[in-house]
């Protein structure tokens, strides 16, 4: 008998009375940066507020209208094991809420999704809330996807995936024509001003480091492309970047091993290798993250960061 009830979650009430306040806009910003969040995600990123207030705040948001659960997550509701925090995305609604109070044009919400691709949103917001908690707290901040974007030409900003881009690649004697899309692009600014921008590759293990086959998806793919991305420059002329690097979050020091093997036959100078960093996931919103990501860094002798980052 849970069943009816726990699917009940996931369907709309008679709207409960709302009148729309700063911390509700608050809540809208932080899910539609990430598209998928967590509760905990959004009582991380709100402290002062006591999370049970965030809790009712997200059950009226809901609906109403402005936030949705998405299905994807009913299985593991369903599935016992005690209370799992709920996942919201962002509505139209409350995309056109938020164009309203900042002036921003509405983009087009889509919160219909798989549960393999909610598992790999949500570890990316997992790495983002907690990097945003760690670098607030050393007055540092994070410059986000649309500050970018900002800098980018009108033609870059109108594609429905602004962040995919077209990189040529030779290898085994052809050229081969890959796409790009990093889970996140994102920089970091330092109190003193400077800034460092990252292309962000969750890896979840399942990915094949290599294949013979460039025509086959795996890391040696995504790495050429980004090192083509560097070769023709394109960080600048599609987005004004400077320069970047490639984070790999991946599963275990192992992996991370494997990849370095893979970049020292691929890439043949000390700067080149640089480029790219590697990080174990290891996530806690309530203390440090990724450890190492300043202290406990371990270089190749070729550069390659073998746990950390920058």
């Not at 005690?82 to 609604?93: C, D, F, H, I, N």
């Not at 292309?199 to 980004?226: C, I, N, Q």
């Not at 490639?246 to 370095?260: A, K, Q």
Request: proline content about 5%.
């Amino acid at each position: 008998m849970q069943q009816p009830e726990r699917r009940t979650r996931f369907e709309r009430e008679r709207p409960p009375g709302l009148v729309i306040t700063d911390r509700d806009i608050a809540l809208l910003e932080a899910t539609g940066r990430h598209r998928f969040v967590r509760s905990t995600h959004l009582q991380a990123l709100m402290p002062e507020e006591p999370p049970a207030k965030i809790l009712r705040r997200l059950h009226k948001l809901y609906h109403n209208g402005y936030l949705d659960r998405p299905r994807a997550q009913i299985d593991y509701h369903q599935g016992g094991g005690g209370s799992k925090p709920m996942v919201y995305g962002l509505t139209s609604r409350g995309e056109r809420l938020l164009a309203e109070e900042t002036g921003k044009n509405p983009r087009r919400r889509d919160t219909t999704t798989t549960r393999l691709f909610l598992e790999h949103t949500l570890a990316v917001t997992d790495l983002m809330v907690a990097l945003e908690q760690g670098f607030r707290e050393r007055g540092d901040r994070i410059i986000e996807p649309d500050e970018i974007l900002a800098q980018a030409s009108e033609r870059v900003q109108r594609q429905p995936n602004p962040f995919m881009w077209e990189t040529r690649v030779r290898w085994g004697g052809e050229e081969h024509r890959i796409h790009v899309a990093p889970d996140k692009v994102f920089g970091i600014e330092d109190a003193d001003g400077s800034r460092r921008y990252y292309f962000l590759e969750m890896d979840r293990g399942t990915m094949p480091v290599a294949r013979g086959d460039l025509r086959r998806t795996s890391l040696l793919r995504k790495f050429l492309s980004y090192d083509a991305t560097f070769r023709d420059n394109l960080h600048r002329r599609l987005y004004g970047l400077p320069g970047f690097q490639v984070l790999t979050v991946t599963t275990s020091e192992e992996r991370i091993g494997t990849c370095v093997e893979v970049l020292e036959e691929l890439l043949h100078t000390r700067d080149a290798a640089k480029r790219f960093l590697f990080a174990v996931k290891e996530i806690n919103l309530g203390g440090e993250l990724l450890p190492g990501i300043e202290s406990r860094r371990r270089r190749t002798d070729d550069g390659l960061l073998a746990n950390g980052a920058p």
